[in-house]
């Protein structure tokens, strides 16, 4: 398997645009999850969904963060519009939910910076 | 939320030494894991303890979890450069399963050849 894979790897935009990050979790995984990576406050996971329906979006910073999956092999994170303190790496990870131990597989992040 | 202190923050050692870095909290957790992230690349889980006490061994790592479930330990033998990464502790604090996990703020190992 390819693992979680995320596009694109590197974004830089200015602020006010909508910048949309894209994940593909592992086939056959049920549960996504997106994370935000920053120096000053470590990895936080900002929703997560369990057979594409989201189920937690708690940490989701503000409205102008979005994410669907619209089916189990996409989903999308979007921010709209973007200001310079969104600037992260933002990770998608994925698991198969079961009775037993949940290996959680990250994807390679995106890198985003607004300017 | 529960806050998971890992220490030291900053750790650079030469090739061969051992050495430890720790996870803790004043919270009580039912599992906890260990991951290492390479520059540019996600976290890779490593290990999970579940049971106050247990140790597992991975190679030259050895991970425990304390006998309270509120703090936990890796201890790496003989460093490689390959061992060189950002390490992070993450605890489950009820069961829940991923989407309760709280990730440290991580360990930034550095071994010098």
């Known amino acids: 398997d390819a693992g979680v894979i995320q596009s694109p790897r590197h974004e830089v935009t200015e602020m006010g645009q909508e910048v949309t990050l894209r994940c593909k979790p592992i086939?056959?995984?049920?549960?996504l999850f997106w994370y935000r990576q920053t120096m000053m406050r470590g990895l936080e996971l900002l929703i997560y969904?369990?057979?594409?329906?989201?189920?937690?979006d708690s940490g989701m910073p503000e409205d102008r963060f979005s994410a669907k999956m619209p089916n189990a092999s996409f989903s999308t994170l979007k921010i709209q519009p973007s200001e310079p303190r969104d600037s992260a790496v933002y990770f998608c990870?994925?698991?198969?939910?079961?009775?037993?131990?949940?290996?959680?597989?990250f994807g390679s992040g995106t890198q985003l910076s607004v300017l | 939320t529960q806050l998971l202190e890992q220490s030291p923050q900053f750790l650079s050692i030469q090739e061969g030494e051992n050495l430890t870095v720790y996870c803790n909290s004043s919270?009580?957790?039912?599992?906890l894991q260990w991951y290492r992230q390479e520059p540019g690349e996600g976290p890779v889980l490593l290990v999970t303890v579940v049971t106050g006490g247990e140790v597992k061994k991975l190679k030259r790592l050895t991970f425990q979890f304390g006998d309270a479930r509120k703090d936990s330990s890796l201890h790496i033998t003989a460093a490689q450069p390959g061992d060189t990464g950002l390490y992070l502790c993450?605890?489950?604090?009820?069961?829940?399963?991923?989407?309760?996990?709280?990730f440290g703020t991580g360990t930034r190992l550095t071994i010098i050849p």
């Open positions: 969904f369990n057979n594409n329906v989201p189920i937690d």
């Open positions: 993450a605890g489950d604090p009820n069961n829940f399963g991923n989407e309760k996990l709280t």
């Open positions: 990870a994925s698991s198969q939910a079961g009775p037993v131990e949940e290996k959680l597989f």
């Open positions: 086939s056959g995984h049920n549960s």
């Open positions: 919270s009580v957790f039912s599992s």
